[in-house]
């Protein structure tokens, strides 16, 4: 069964340091997601993308997000400038159509010290 | 607005008890879906209720939809081991439709052998 992959597993950066994440979603979804999950807390919505654009964003995906498509296979999350409060659990998402059923990746830890 | 609330947020159970878990919001949604996370996993699609009233069952799982779309509940018959993680709630979100996924906090299942 296809499956979404996502790496790093665990990233460990210094405060101020740019972090590339990783994903490769399954080959026929046409939606993609990023959403993140601090220890302990509920799963929150990041950015959404479809057609090779941002479709929405939620207040957190600041100036220092940025996320591309670049070759139709891998889906980046890209943080400019970390924080220590970027400190999180990322998963990438994707699904078929759109309101329906999101596949998960494993996710990436991502700690910044 | 678009949050929806889930009670309770944590369960302890002996094995072989029920649990249920619960989902409410304050608008109308067009559709609930239910994820499992194990610890240290990432969330997996458990199910997605659409119609008003409507009560779908996986093995010991039982899931219901509120007659006004407001409320969600997921109750495990039974409990086992294999039960154990945090069960969370999510409805597509937003105006735009992007398909972006709102969470509830979750419930974290405990189940003692």
């Known amino acids: 069964e296809p499956e979404v992959t996502q790496t790093p597993s665990h990233q460990v950066t210094q405060m101020g340091q740019e972090v590339i994440l990783r994903c490769v979603p399954i080959s026929n979804h046409l939606y993609f997601y990023w959403y993140r999950q601090i220890l302990g807390q509920k799963v929150e919505f990041l950015v959404s993308f479809y057609n090779n654009e941002i479709s929405e964003k939620s207040e957190i995906f600041d100036d220092q997000f940025s996320v591309e498509r670049p070759d139709g296979s891998n889906f980046t999350l890209k943080i400019r400038s970390t924080k220590l409060e970027d400190s999180a659990m990322y998963f990438c998402?994707?699904?078929?159509?759109?309101?329906?059923?999101?596949?998960f990746g494993p996710g990436t830890r991502l700690l910044v010290l | 607005g678009q949050q929806v609330m889930q009670i309770p947020q944590y369960q302890h159970v002996q094995e072989g008890e029920d649990f249920t878990t619960y989902c409410n919001s304050s608008t109308t949604l067009s559709n609930i879906q239910w994820y499992k996370q194990r610890p240290g996993g990432h969330p997996v699609f458990l199910i997605q209720l659409v119609k008003s009233g409507e009560v779908k069952k996986q093995k010991r799982l039982t899931f219901q939809f509120g007659e006004a779309k407001k409320n969600s509940s997921l109750h495990i018959t039974a409990t086992q081991t294999t039960d154990v993680g945090t069960y969370f709630c999510a409805h597509p979100g937003g105006s735009s439709n992007t398909g972006k996924l709102i969470f509830g906090q979750g419930t974290t299942l405990q189940v003692k052998p």
């Open positions: 998402a994707g699904g078929l159509r759109q309101q329906e059923t999101q596949y």
